[in-house]
């Protein structure tokens, strides 16, 4: 059985999208969701293996669009142990 355990960035507007592909690059992470200063979920962006490959490229586009419109905000990350 695969267990998962969550861990949480809070990062600025500038951050967000290195931050984000870093997390993609990494491999480990099965969702990320990024939530704004109030705790509320912005977006939510399963990474299944299918999901890495083309479909990745409007994800990133969409979280730098979140990226100019926030200032700070939190990545929560929820990886496969």
């Known amino acids: 059985m695969t267990e ?7 990062v600025s507007g500038d951050e967000l999208l290195k931050k984000v592909k870093e ?7 099965r ?3 990024i939530k704004n200063e109030s705790g509320e979920t912005i977006i939510e962006i399963p990474l299944t ?3 890495i490959g083309a479909l990745i490229a409007p994800v990133l586009a969409a979280v730098g669009t979140i990226a100019a419109l926030v200032t700070k905000c939190t990545i929560v990350v929820e990886k496969r142990t």
Do not use: M, S, V, Y
């Open 4 to 10: 998962t355990h969550n861990e949480e960035f809070k």
């Open 23 to 29: 997390l993609i690059a990494a491999g480990n992470a």
């Open 31 to 33: 969702r990320i969701i």
């Open 49 to 51: 293996i299918g999901a």
